[in-house]
């Protein structure tokens, strides 16, 4: 009886693609990619399944917007420099009786 060697399977054609079986294989691999080369998606059966990402990158994500991340993303809008006339528009109120 011959015993025979398995060749490890190839990365799919991207290479930010990993199959499961090639993932749970080189675990230690798959995030240093992760760290260095940005997010790695894990695939099961050929569909994207999950995404590794960096801690912070992470992090970030998850941080809940605030007012002050809106006002700097305004402000460092290409756009920031555009002047525009506010308009105030003036309606009647009704009463509502409750």
Do not use: C, Y
Not at 30 to 51: N, S
Not at 57 to 71: C, K, Q, Y
């Amino acid at each position: 009886m011959t015993s025979a060697t398995r060749q490890p399977t190839k990365l799919s054609q991207r290479a930010n693609r990993w199959r499961l079986q090639d993932a749970k294989a080189r675990l230690s691999e798959l995030i240093r990619q992760a760290q260095r080369h940005g997010p790695q998606r894990v695939t099961v059966h050929g569909r994207d399944a999950v995404v590794i990402v960096r801690a912070d990158e992470f992090d970030r994500l998850r941080r809940p917007v605030s007012g002050r991340d809106i006002v700097n993303a305004l402000a460092s809008s290409p756009l920031a420099d555009v002047n525009f006339d506010r308009l105030t528009v003036r309606s009647p109120v009704r009463d509502v009786s409750l």
